[in-house]
Each structure stands twice: as C-alpha cells, then as structure tokens.
C-alpha cells in the first residue's frame, strides 16, 4: 500500500514538474520579418559582413547601410543603377553599375570605410562582383565581358564567349566561376577563362546565379527553376521542387548541407543536404537576392521594395498563473485517480 502511495505522489511531482518545465522550453522556429527601409527607392543586390553590418544598393545609385537596428540611407556618387555589392570588410566594398542609357567609364564605385567613391573603370553593362581581396576582384556582364581589380585598376580579360554573364563567384585566385544567359558556364583556372559544358536543360536558358562551397562543390539556379551542382567534375542537374513556369534569381550556400535560394512570385526554397524544399515566403513579390550570414539568419530582398530578415521567433513562455493553474489541476487529478483505486481495492 505504502509503495503506491509513493509511487503516486511521485507522478504528482512529475506532473508538476512537467508543467513548469512547458512554460520554459521555448520553440525556436525560423521566420522571414520585414525589415522597415529609411528610403523608398528598389534596391536590387545586398552583402551582409555580420549581424551588425550590411548593405544593398540599387536604383538611382541608392545605397543603404545595416548597422544592427535599422536600415539608413548613405550618400552615393552615381545615379547610375546598382545592380551588385560585395563586401571585403566594414572598410572595403565594391558596387558596379549597370547604365542603361550610355556605357560609363565610373560603372564601379568603392567604400573606403567613410564614403562611396566612383573609381576608373573598364566601360561596360555590369551584373556581379565578387572580390576574393583587397588586391583582386572580379566582375562580368553584357557580352562576355570580365574585368578584374589588381588593388590599384581595373582591367578587361578575355573570355571565349560573348554571352551576358549574370553572375560570378571566386573560390581563390586560381579557382572561379561565372555563368549567363543561353546556359554560359566558365570557369578561372588562375591563368584564363574556360567554357565548361552545362547540362542541356539550361539550353537556351539563363542562369542567373553561381555560389560555390568548394573546389568540388557548387550550385548555380536559374529559369524554370532549375538546379545544377558542380561535383568537382562536371555539373550535373539536382531534383527541384518549384514547377516550370517559376524562375530562380540568387542562390547561397552557408555549406554542403545548408543552402537557400530565392525566384519569381516569393518563391523560397531550402537545402538540407539531401533535398531541396519549399519554404514559408514572405511575400508573393519576386525576391532578387539573398545572402545568408548563418544557418538561424538571413536576408532577401524583394521586387516589392521590401527587405526581409529571418530570425529566430521571440521567445513564447506560458505566463506564471497558467503554469500554477495547471500545476493544482495535475495535483487534483492525480489526487481523483488515487481516490478511484483506493474505492476499487476495498470492493
């Protein structure tokens, strides 16, 4: 008898304890959260350094800065369109321009860690820019043509295509990739641009976006929302979960088994290593970019204008009178059941 006693008024305790316990694990569900922009113009390319520092450009030579809080509106030199940003640190970057109206010879501009500064550069219609340091960069855009930065100018490098080149990502000096319109791939070997072959169902399609993980490991997305990846020796197609008629605009890889890429109507997808799925949007607006700084956060931007952030959700705790409520419910119940065995083993 005593040993059921106890044995009850432990499951009491344990009940309690349960009780208390719900109302301090907390859910940690990912979310997108719009973002509130100091400035009304369409920002079309983002490059986040840290939780604490970020920037996007666009229309009109538009320019803003994350520092943590909020988005603020930063002076620009140009009132040409910024189509791309890449940041090497809190006190070196690089936007290019893509002009529609006449080729400039200021298409690039740098912070210096205080202002934006147009600098000398190749003419030409820009799309991307990726600098591996402070002492070289590389950018691509309308008929084949790159550029790249040496730390004092930039200047033209032969490639064997003239397709429009849509984006490029460096790996190292001797290890890069850039891909475009009509399924164009190339590849930087550290002494010159190669075509490489692209799988047939982005014939006649563009790719709009290259992100590498390694030397043997990268994505690129583009129209219908297809998807290939780089193995380390040729590019091959991966299963995609969006239909056809959905295209995809910016992909980034965090690492193997964690990628995000973003498209048409607020299409975003996730990777988890073995599949790619789709995801809550935000929005149903077409998202141009993303640029993820960890697996818990990132940014989009949006064709809407917005700017989007994921985040862990706030913290949901059960308030104090719940938990004591349930805590003298548990109690009761217990107490009931007790009661009920004792009734029956008298009978």
């Known amino acids: 008898m005593r040993t059921s006693v106890y044995l009850l008024a432990v499951l009491s305790v344990f009940v309690v304890f349960l009780c208390l316990v719900s109302g301090i694990v907390i859910a ?5 959260k719009k973002i509130p ?3 009304d113009a369409t920002f079309v390319a983002l490059d986040m350094i840290n939780s ?3 920037w996007a450009v666009g229309r009109d030579g538009s320019i803003i ?10 002076a620009s030199p140009t009132s040409a369109k910024l189509v791309a940003v890449d940041m090497i640190s809190s006190n070196e970057g690089y936007a290019i321009a893509s002009e529609t109206t006449r080729m400039l010879n200021e298409s690039i501009i740098q912070w210096n860690g205080t202002s934006w500064n147009n600098i000398t550069s190749v003419p030409g219609y820009f799309s991307s820019v990726d600098m591996i340091s402070s002492t070289e960069g590389w950018a691509v855009g309308t008929a084949g043509k790159i550029i790249r930065w040496n730390g004092t100018s930039w200047s033209r490098v032969e490639t064997p295509i003239n397709n429009p080149l849509k984006s490029v990502d460096m790996i190292s000096s001797t290890d890069g990739w850039a891909v475009g319109s009509r399924g164009a791939i190339l590849h930087w070997n550290g002494t010159s641009w190669n075509t490489v072959e692209a799988p047939k169902i982005f014939t006649y399609r563009t790719i709009w976006s290259v992100d590498m993980v390694s030397s043997t490991d990268g994505w690129a997305v583009g129209d219908g929302g297809r998807i290939i990846r780089w193995n380390g020796s040729s590019w091959e197609n991966v299963t995609s979960p969006i239909p056809a008629n959905i295209h995809l605009f910016s992909v980034d890889m965090i ?5 995000w890429a973003v498209g048409s109507d607020g299409c975003v997808i996730h990777w988890d290593g073995t599949r790619w799925t789709n995801t809550t949007s935000p929005t149903a607006s077409w998202l141009k970019a993303i640029d993820m700084i960890s697996s818990t956060e990132g940014w989009i931007l949006g064709n809407d204008g917005n700017i989007y952030c994921l985040q862990e959700q706030e913290p949901q705790i059960i308030p104090t009178e719940y938990l004591i409520i349930l805590g ?8 009931v059941l007790y009661f009920l065995w004792r009734k029956r083993n008298k009978v």
């Open 28 to 32: 940690q569900d990912l979310s997108w």
């Open 37 to 39: 922009i100091s400035d």
């Open 52 to 54: 604490n520092d970020g």
């Open 65 to 74: 800065h994350w520092d943590g809080k909020s988005w603020t509106k930063v």
């Open 255 to 259: 690492n193997s088994t964690d990628g």
């Open 328 to 335: 003298i419910s548990s109690v009761v119940i217990v107490a």
